[in-house]
């Protein structure tokens, strides 16, 4: 299994990205399928998540209105539109990718998913 992310970088606050994760090596239309974020001394959290079981979408309150998570199953690839940056934006930016378990509670958008990216820095200056 493996995801890639692309696209971060530096933007000032009221800015847009588009951070991009390709995948191989897993069935990607019948993974759950998300980004999640991590800021210095905070813990991983999710930002916004696809649920294969039921189609949903999964958006961290902190992000509704602003990122847009859509994937392209002939290409297995995941985006997220970032619109509106702010500072509190700030993070290391994770793709990744479940199988959903029997442990998991709802919503799924938690930082237990089995198959990670490196991570891509995304950086709003304000």
């Known amino acids: 299994v493996q995801l890639v992310e692309s696209g971060g970088g530096l933007v000032q606050a009221g800015g847009t990205l588009r951070l991009v994760c390709a995948t191989s090596?897993?069935?990607?239309?019948?993974?759950?399928i998300g980004w999640f974020r991590q800021a210095p001394g905070k813990e991983r959290e999710g930002v916004s998540c696809?649920?294969?079981?039921?189609?949903?979408?999964y958006y961290a309150d902190s992000v509704k209105g602003r990122f847009t998570i859509s994937s392209d199953n002939a290409r297995s690839t995941l985006y997220l539109q970032m619109n509106g940056l702010k500072p509190e934006d700030t993070a290391t930016y994770y793709c990744a990718a479940s199988e959903e378990h029997s442990y998991w509670d709802n919503p799924h958008c938690k930082p237990w998913y089995d198959h990670w990216g490196q991570g891509i820095q995304v950086t709003v200056s304000s």
């Open positions: 696809i649920n294969r079981r039921d189609g949903s979408t």
């Open positions: 090596g897993f069935a990607f239309g019948a993974y759950n």
